[in-house]
C-alpha cells in the first residue's frame, strides 16, 4: 500500500475544519427556498409545507397564498396554481405530494367539492369516481400520494360500493403508471389481502409506505387483523413481514408503537416507533431491522433526553439517515437534525438544532434564529435527504433584526461522502457544539 501523504491528509482535515468553522457558536449556513410573505407575481405566500424531492435532488412541495389558492414549487419556481383549473374549483390540499425529474406532481386537494388526487395532467381521481381497478366500487378519498421519478403515482385511497357516500368500507395502495389517464390505476393492495395467513384490517388507514426511486422497493406499516391491539402492526416489505409489533426485538424486549419507514433503490430501510422497554430509552431508529439509534443515547455531545421522540426520518440511496429528535417543552424544549451512515447511525453528527443562526446570504452574519423544525413523520417523510448533498427541511424562523416568526423551507449541505469518520471520532463534535 501506498504511504498516505501527512501533509495532504492534515490539509483536507484543515479545509473540514474551515468549512464548519462557520457553525462553532451556533450559526450554520442554509439556503431559504420560500418562506411565508414572499412574492411572487401578484400573489403573497401565507404558508409553505413539508418538503419532497426528485431524483435528482431538486425540491417540490405545496405552499398556499394570501389569495386562497395553492402553488405547486419544483426546483426553482412555482410551476402550478389551483386558479389554473377554471371552470373547475381545486381547493385546499395535503401537504403529501410528490415530484417527478420531467416536473411531474401530484397532490391531494378538494376538486369540485370532492377529495381528490390532482397532477399536473389535471384531476386523476375524486371522490364519488369509479375505480377502475375495483369495478362496482367507488373513490371516497385519497390521500398521503407521492411520485416516484419517472412520473408513477401512488396514494392511498378508499372505497365504497355506494356511489356518493362518502364513508370507506376499504382503503386500498393505488399507483397510476400515466397521471394522465385513470385507466392506468391500479391496486397493489388493501384490506382484506391475505399476508402470511394474516389479513390487512379493512378499517385501518395504514398511510405509513414508501415506494423507493427506482419503484423496486416497498415499505408499508399494516395494520392486520390479529385480535390483539398488542401485535396487529407488522412491517411489510417487498412482500412479506420483516417486524410484529409484539415479537422480540433481540434485547429482552418487543416492538411496539411502529411509527415512520423509509426504503431506497438498494431495499435498505428505516423503521422508527417503541419498544416494551424502560420508558427511557424505547424510542429508536433501526436500520434494516437492527435499532441504531434510542432514546437515552448520547449522539455528537447531544444526549436523548427521556421523553425524546422522533420527528421524522429520511434514507436515500446512499444509505445515509438523516433523523429530527425533540423533546420537552416551552424554555426546556429541544430539537436536533442528526445525520449519518445507516449501518453506523450510533456516529451521527449533529447538523442542526433548535437555537441554531441561520445565515442565509453567505456573510458568515447571522440572519435567522431557528425556533422549530416543522417535520412530522405523518406527512411524508417530514425531512427530505437525496443524494445531491443536500437536506430540505420544513422549520420556522425568526429574523435576528427583529420581526415575526415565518415559516421556510431551508437547504442545508450534509458531510461529504468519507468526512463521517472524522467528524465522528470528534471533529465535528468539537467544532459544532456550542459551549
Same mark, same amino acid.
Given at each position: 500500500?501506498?504511504?498516505?501523504?501527512?501533509?495532504?491528509?492534515?490539509? #483536507?482535515?484543515?479545509?473540514?475544519?474551515?468549512?464548519?468553522?462557520?457553525?462553532?457558536? &451556533?450559526?450554520?449556513?442554509?439556503?431559504?427556498?420560500?418562506?411565508?410573505?414572499?412574492?411572487?407575481?401578484?400573489?403573497?405566500?401565507?404558508?409553505?409545507?413539508?418538503?419532497?424531492?426528485?431524483?435528482?435532488?431538486?425540491?417540490?412541495?405545496?405552499?398556499?397564498?394570501?389569495?386562497?389558492?395553492?402553488?405547486?414549487?419544483?426546483?426553482?419556481?412555482?410551476?402550478?396554481?389551483?386558479?389554473?383549473?377554471?371552470? *373547475?374549483?381545486?381547493?385546499?390540499? @395535503?401537504?403529501?405530494? +410528490?415530484?417527478? $425529474?420531467?416536473?411531474?406532481?401530484?397532490?391531494?386537494?378538494?376538486?369540485? &367539492?370532492? *377529495?381528490?388526487?390532482?397532477?399536473?395532467?389535471?384531476?386523476?381521481?375524486?371522490?364519488?369516481?369509479?375505480?377502475?381497478?375495483?369495478?362496482?366500487?367507488?373513490?371516497?378519498?385519497?390521500?398521503?400520494?407521492?411520485?416516484?421519478?419517472?412520473?408513477?403515482?401512488?396514494?392511498? +385511497?378508499?372505497?365504497?360500493?355506494?356511489?356518493?357516500?362518502?364513508?370507506?368500507?376499504?382503503?386500498?395502495?393505488?399507483?397510476?403508471?400515466?397521471?394522465?389517464?385513470?385507466?392506468?390505476?391500479?391496486?397493489?393492495?388493501?384490506?382484506?389481502?391475505?399476508?402470511?395467513?394474516?389479513?390487512?384490517?379493512?378499517?385501518?388507514?395504514?398511510? *405509513?409506505?414508501?415506494?423507493?426511486?427506482?419503484?423496486?422497493?416497498?415499505?408499508?406499516?399494516?395494520?392486520?387483523?390479529?385480535?390483539?391491539? #398488542?401485535? $396487529?402492526?407488522?412491517?411489510?416489505? $417487498?412482500?412479506?413481514?420483516?417486524?410484529?409489533?409484539?415479537?422480540?426485538? +433481540?434485547?429482552?424486549? $418487543?416492538?411496539?408503537?411502529?411509527? %415512520?419507514?423509509?426504503?431506497?433503490?438498494?431495499?435498505?430501510?428505516?423503521?422508527?416507533?417503541?419498544?416494551?422497554?424502560?420508558?427511557?430509552?424505547?424510542?429508536?431508529?433501526?436500520?434494516?431491522?437492527?435499532?441504531?439509534?434510542?432514546?437515552?443515547?448520547?449522539?455528537?455531545?447531544?444526549?436523548?433526553?427521556?421523553?425524546?421522540?422522533?420527528?421524522?426520518?429520511?434514507?436515500?440511496?446512499?444509505?445515509?439517515?438523516?433523523? %429530527?429528535?425533540?423533546?420537552?417543552?416551552?424554555?426546556?424544549?429541544?430539537?436536533?437534525?442528526?445525520?449519518?451512515?445507516?449501518?453506523?447511525?450510533?456516529?451521527?453528527?449533529?447538523?442542526?438544532?433548535?437555537?441554531?443562526? =441561520?445565515?442565509?446570504?453567505?456573510?458568515?452574519?447571522?440572519?435567522? =434564529? =431557528?425556533?422549530?423544525?416543522?417535520?412530522?413523520?405523518?406527512?411524508?417523510?417530514?425531512?427530505?435527504?437525496?443524494?445531491?448533498?443536500?437536506?430540505?427541511?420544513?422549520?420556522?424562523?425568526?429574523?435576528?433584526? +427583529?420581526?415575526? @416568526? %415565518?415559516?421556510?423551507?431551508?437547504?442545508?449541505?450534509?458531510?461529504?461522502?468519507?468526512?463521517?469518520?472524522? =467528524?465522528?471520532?470528534?471533529?465535528?463534535?468539537?467544532?459544532?457544539?456550542?459551549?
Amino acid at each position: 500500500m501506498k504511504p498516505r501523504n501527512r501533509v495532504s491528509l492534515m490539509s #483536507a482535515t484543515a479545509a473540514l475544519f474551515s468549512s464548519f468553522t462557520v457553525a462553532a457558536f &451556533g450559526q450554520v449556513p442554509v439556503s431559504v427556498i420560500v418562506k411565508q410573505g414572499d412574492i411572487f407575481g401578484t400573489r403573497t405566500v401565507s404558508t409553505v409545507n413539508a418538503p419532497f424531492t426528485d431524483g435528482f435532488g431538486k425540491v417540490g412541495f405545496v405552499a398556499s397564498f394570501s389569495d386562497s389558492t395553492r402553488g405547486i414549487w419544483h426546483s426553482s419556481g412555482f410551476i402550478f396554481n389551483s386558479s389554473s383549473a377554471l371552470p *373547475d374549483s381545486v381547493t385546499g390540499g @395535503e401537504s403529501t405530494m +410528490g415530484v417527478s $425529474n420531467a416536473g411531474g406532481f401530484i397532490y391531494s386537494p378538494s376538486f369540485n &367539492g370532492e *377529495d381528490a388526487v390532482f397532477t399536473h395532467a389535471g384531476k386523476l381521481l375524486a371522490g364519488g369516481d369509479p375505480l377502475p381497478p375495483l369495478p362496482g366500487l367507488f373513490s371516497t378519498f385519497s390521500s398521503r400520494p407521492t411520485m416516484i421519478p419517472n412520473g408513477t403515482a401512488y396514494w392511498i +385511497g378508499g372505497s365504497t360500493p355506494t356511489q356518493g357516500s362518502s364513508t370507506s368500507t376499504n382503503r386500498h395502495l393505488f399507483k397510476a403508471t400515466d397521471v394522465s389517464n385513470p385507466m392506468s390505476i391500479t391496486r397493489i393492495l388493501g384490506g382484506g389481502d391475505i399476508i402470511e395467513g394474516k389479513a390487512i384490517s379493512t378499517s385501518a388507514s395504514n398511510f *405509513d409506505y414508501d415506494i423507493s426511486d427506482n419503484g423496486s422497493h416497498h415499505v408499508h406499516i399494516l395494520d392486520m387483523v390479529t385480535g390483539s391491539s #398488542a401485535n $396487529n402492526l407488522h412491517v411489510y416489505r $417487498n412482500g412479506s413481514f420483516v417486524v410484529q409489533e409484539g415479537s422480540p426485538v +433481540g434485547d429482552g424486549t $418487543n416492538w411496539e408503537g411502529l411509527d %415512520i419507514v423509509a426504503i431506497n433503490n438498494i431495499g435498505d430501510w428505516i423503521l422508527t416507533g417503541d419498544t416494551t422497554g424502560n420508558t427511557a430509552t424505547d424510542e429508536f431508529v433501526a436500520f434494516k431491522g437492527e435499532i441504531k439509534v434510542r432514546e437515552g443515547d448520547t449522539i455528537d455531545g447531544v444526549t436523548l433526553a427521556t421523553g425524546a421522540s422522533l420527528r421524522a426520518a429520511s434514507i436515500n440511496n446512499k444509505s445515509q439517515v438523516a433523523h %429530527i429528535w425533540g423533546w420537552g417543552s416551552g424554555s426546556t424544549a429541544q430539537e436536533h437534525l442528526f445525520f449519518g451512515a445507516g449501518d453506523t447511525l450510533y456516529d451521527s453528527v449533529r447538523l442542526l438544532s433548535v437555537g441554531d443562526t =441561520l445565515d442565509s446570504d453567505g456573510d458568515t452574519i447571522a440572519d435567522w =434564529l =431557528l425556533t422549530d423544525f416543522n417535520a412530522s413523520g405523518t406527512i411524508g417523510p417530514g425531512i427530505e435527504l437525496a443524494e445531491d448533498g443536500f437536506i430540505h427541511v420544513h422549520v420556522d424562523m425568526t429574523p435576528v433584526a +427583529g420581526g415575526d @416568526e %415565518i415559516q421556510a423551507v431551508i437547504r442545508l449541505a450534509i458531510p461529504e461522502p468519507g468526512t463521517l469518520g472524522l =467528524l465522528a471520532l470528534g471533529a465535528f463534535a468539537l467544532i459544532r457544539r456550542r459551549r
